[in-house]
């Protein structure tokens, strides 16, 4: 039965992967350019798409959240939207063209140029998620992954943001930081506090 220190070690390994994402560089620049492409997007009237599976779909939905809503302070909602909400799109699309297209279907339906699409797969191989950057990119929306230090998507999107793990716990862990970030930087940038 775990104790006590089994809480300890999984503390342990989540600052070590954090750690170890502050002494990348190229990482750290990855998230810059990212956060810079978001905003630039929403300043010319585009929109953030997020899309994942599993706990990646309920990432997809809390930035889109955080975007719409508010992450530090009150604002103007901020345009995006998650993939992974509407039962109806996900088992029509699932249904009549199969489960790999539920996202890719949706980029294409509402999704424009100037766009941002940020696929969420801590494997870096979902097929669904994918196929909506291979989408994305046929219609010039700038594609992002976020994934652990593996996978397809390494090579398959603009900008992958690769968490030096191979531990789903903490690539997801990791994704949800890194997706704050992104949204408080949008917020800071277009609405600064006084």
Do not use: W
């Not at 560089?25 to 994942?52: P, S, W, Y």
């Not at 998650?82 to 999704?111: C, H, M, P």
């Not at 998620?129 to 989408?135: F, G, K, Y």
Request: proline share 3%; charged share 20%.
């Amino acid at each position: 039965m775990p104790g006590r220190d089994y809480i300890i070690d999984n503390i342990s390994e989540a600052v070590s992967v954090k750690q170890a994402m502050l002494l990348e560089v190229g990482l750290l620049n990855t998230i810059h350019d990212v956060a810079e492409r978001c905003l630039q997007a929403i300043k010319a009237g585009n929109k953030i798409m997020f899309a994942g599976n599993g706990g990646s779909a309920a990432d997809a939905q809390h930035l889109a959240a955080e975007l719409v809503g508010r992450y530090r302070y009150d604002r103007p909602g901020l345009p995006s939207l998650a993939l992974t909400t509407d039962t109806s799109i996900l088992t029509a699309v699932g249904n009549d063209y199969g489960y790999e297209q539920i996202f890719s279907r949706q980029v294409q339906a509402n999704g424009k140029a100037g766009d941002v699409f940020i696929g969420i797969t801590t494997s870096g191989n979902s097929k669904n998620v994918l196929l909506a950057i291979e989408q994305a990119k046929k219609m010039d929306i700038v594609t992002v992954g976020f994934a652990g230090n593996q996978g397809a998507i390494q090579s398959a999107c603009d900008y992958c943001i690769a968490i030096p793990s191979d531990q789903t716990p903490r690539i997801q862990e990791c994704h949800i930081m890194v997706g704050q970030i992104l949204c408080g930087y949008i917020e800071a940038s277009l609405y600064p506090r006084s």
